[in-house]
């Protein structure tokens, strides 16, 4: 049997994940977990600082807070790494985080990076950043991803696309263009 | 370092043209300096604007407009990262496994928590399925 492909994955990957997993409301989309779909399909890596942040985001009543919780809830399925010298978030406008992600990527030759900062140059800085920049993905092309290889099913996937674009701030034209490579719509 | 000037020219509504010319004597400088700077910011607010940015990148990604038009009205930074996340659509991601999925009972521990609060244990099941 093949090896799970090794993801390391950041901070908002992982809420925004679980988002949908915990939102009851008739908006969000219910065929569907991406959270359990991701972390089951690849060998998720995170480092400590990400778990942390996650940690960060519980104790409210907010949407974001019961998605931060659904993450540390299947925490045993993340591989956490404590992640030393990297740069400091200041001098390269990303978080720590992020850098730490970054950095854990490089150390273990991940295959695939996943991001949700592709919607602004924070994108270009991750790219730079990565050891090979062609294991950079965004949330939305992995969840096409899995729908091509029936990790989870198409029209789940389209139903989520249309929940984060509504939710999120991200491209329509971008997500667009993933639903007529990978979806067929 | 000068740039190359066009010479343009274009009917405006004589009250504009008139308070171009009042400004640029009050201001002692030049009507088509005036003209050229109003010109300049109004091109730099559009490109702030969302819809414009939007419009400028399913241009893009519809393959209307090349690299250096998005560069010259939307900057250097932001046509590098639509042509590097234009490039990577057709990328595949690494194939995932997908034999064995646990069910929500067995994968959240504790289960899944729900929002809106109060919501929680409403359902038999633990979430939706993957």
Known sequence: ?185 | MAQDRTRIDFNAPTPLVERADDLAELLDTSRTRILVDALREELEELARDETVRSRVREAFYASEIDFETVESILGTEEALRMQLLYDSIDREPPEPQVETVPDAAEFYDGGVPEWPPGSEGSDEDAGPTA
Not at chain 1, 65 to 76: E, G, P, Q, T
Not at chain 1, 108 to 137: C, H, I, K, M, P
Not at chain 1, 163 to 173: A, G, H, I
């Open chain 1, 1 to 185: 049997m093949a090896e799970e492909p090794v993801a390391v994955l950041d901070t908002n990957v992982l809420l925004t994940l679980a988002t949908p997993v915990v939102d009851t409301r008739s908006v969000a989309p219910s065929g569907g977990d991406p959270l359990r779909a991701v972390l089951t399909g690849y060998t998720v890596n995170v480092p400590e600082s990400v778990v942390g942040e996650v940690g960060d985001a519980t104790g409210s009543d907010a949407l974001l807070s019961a998605a931060a919780d659904a993450v540390l809830r299947a925490s045993d399925r993340l591989t956490t790494h404590a992640v030393e010298g990297r740069n400091e978030p200041a001098a390269v406008g990303l978080d720590g985080g992020e850098l730490d992600a970054i950095a854990l990527a490089n150390d273990l030759g991940a295959d695939l990076f996943v991001t949700d900062e592709f919607n602004s140059t924070n994108y270009l800085l991750v790219a730079q950043a990565l050891a090979d920049r062609n294991t950079l993905y965004t949330t939305p092309h992995v969840l096409c991803s899995l729908a091509r290889h029936g990790a989870l099913d198409r029209r789940s996937v389209d139903a989520l696309l249309t929940y984060f674009l509504e939710t999120k701030q991200w491209s329509r034209t971008y997500v667009g263009a993933l639903r007529r490579e990978y979806l067929d719509t």
